[in-house]
């Protein structure tokens, strides 16, 4: 099958027909349904892979130790296919059928970024300021939760906010394998011939790319939200070199 | 052309479903050939591709500074783009085909190699360059004969982090038919979810992705004796 027959305009305009379309919103299993999947399934997947990540890339900064660790996890990842992860735990059958079995794949592929940012976050404060609180008679554990953590939010926060776009992204593939989320719209589309389908495939593309640039959007508002204000201009400038090491693959 | 069914009908258990098997393996040697074949020769062409397209840049990117930002800026959205969608934009002007595949995967792997290229320049110490230029280089020898040897490092490190992450990536192609490695995950999906073939499928696919990541790795520290030398002394 080579190239359709049509032109780009033909499929622009099926695809604005089919967003159009208020049946395609509102039907059962139509975009507003497999919005609310993707979003669950995606909220859920963040959710386990903050706590799992949160804790030991913090602790790992604390002690100073497991950078290695860390740096293999991040490479280890990437180097396993998200399909194929998805395909493995829906085949296994440990965690139920359907959009469910999405979850732990996606939740893996969550953790990388937050690790290493979390670790690096409590890693890069100062070792000045460390010494100070230790003067002060702090102990492990108020360093941690009063200087440590405070001072490590901006990274914490840009971490998550990779893992939560990368996760909200991935979530497409689900419907590759158990079904469920904004790919099954894509997944569908492919299902028809081009000439079919292509309007919907458009359609369901951009929906995808939308919401991924949204979630990435709204997050960049909340890191710098939650960042300390003294924090905010220095920020901005380390958090692109930790992000080349963190970024994984969509 | 209605290849793609649901799994989730074909959700009925065979007696025996082993994660490995021989029998399978053996029955299925000339599909694995194949599929292994064109998963690590599409790889190869979309890496060269992208350091083909994202050097330049990213040299355009260091020289001319204003153009830096934005350059990143557009390829660090395109990669935020998830790959099903991006497949979704191609497939109905590009055809179903391995052409739209690599267009994905080459989009994807400029980001990773025009970054940590980018990198790798700006690591070049100012007092090299004045040496360099002491010696009368111009801007293009200084390029090729001080510069860019010494971001070899940056280079290579975006080279095995664009090959690792294309072999992965490369498995969703099973969209449009042409995953590689990823037909073994898809045609196990869709025969009684048949264990042995995901497994195959999963593992080659690591396994190709970490040894060309060593494979690359080895040869840069082939071309970079001095960085050796260095971390010896």
Redesign the interface.
Known sequence: MGAPKGGVVTYFHQAIVWLNDPLNWTNPGGILDALRTHLIISGLALLIACAIALPVGVWFGHIGRGGGFVVAFSNGTRAIPTYALLAVIYVAGIAGIGAASAVPALAIFGIPPILANAYTGIREVDPEVHDAARGMGMSGIQRLSQVELPLAVPYIAAGIRTAAVQIVATATLAALVAGGGLGDIIYAGFGLTIAQGGGQILAGGLLVAILALLVNAVLGIVVHFVTPKPLRTRRRRRRRTAAVATEAGV | ??F?G???LA?QQSASNPWFSWHYIQQNADQILTDTRFHFITTIEAVALAMVVAIPLAVLCYWVRPLGAPILALSG?L???????????L???????VTTILIGLVI?ALLLVI??TL?GLQQVPEDVRDAARGMGYGRFGMLWHVELPLALPGIITGIR?AT?????????G???GQ?GL?QL?FS??HTN?N?AA??T??IL??AL??AL?VVIALFGRLVTPWARRRAAS
């Open positions: 052309m209605s793609l649901s799994p989730a959700f959205v990669y935020t783009i998830p790959s099903l969608a991006l497949f979704a934009f497939a109905p002007f590009v055809g179903i085909g994807y970054q940590n990198t982090l690792v992450s294309t072999v992965a990536l490369l498995t969703v099973v969209i449009v995953g990823g995950i196990g999906l979810l264990r995901i497994a499928g999963t696919c690591v992705g970490l990541d």
